[in-house]
């Protein structure tokens, strides 16, 4: 069993920035692709980054330029930082692990994102 807990949400305003975190337990951590999601009100989840384990990441085009996910493997943690943030990135941001030789993935209980404009 996994669990993931996030934090680092709150209200913003267009233009400024947060740091998400995502701390995960179990030992397998390491091995694990790890990504961001969010689902905006009314809409469905998307993916908005991901990173492999040696570290090779990928963004949402939107997200391009603006986030950057990055996983210290020694703390179980992933972070997004996101910056220039636009009202439309509000939404709630939920942390995704998944690996790519054993099936399963888990979720975090979501993290509410508010960028005010």
């Known amino acids: 069993q996994v669990q993931l807990v996030e934090s680092g949400g709150g209200l913003v305003q267009a233009g400024g920035s947060l740091r998400l975190s995502c701390a995960a337990s179990?030992?397998?951590?390491?091995?694990?692709?790890m990504g961001w999601y969010r689902q905006p009100p009314g809409k469905q989840r998307e993916l908005v980054a991901s990173?492999?384990?040696?570290?090779?990441?990928n963004y949402v085009d939107s997200g391009k330029g603006r986030f950057t996910i990055s996983r210290d493997n020694a703390k179980n943690t992933v972070y997004l930082q996101m910056n220039s943030l636009k009202s439309e990135d509000t939404a709630v941001y939920y942390c995704n692990i998944r690996w790519t030789f054993i099936s399963g993935t888990y979720w975090g209980q979501g993290t509410q994102v508010t960028v005010s404009s």
């Open positions: 990173i492999t384990p040696g570290g090779t990441a």
């Open positions: 179990g030992k397998i951590f390491s091995n694990a692709i």
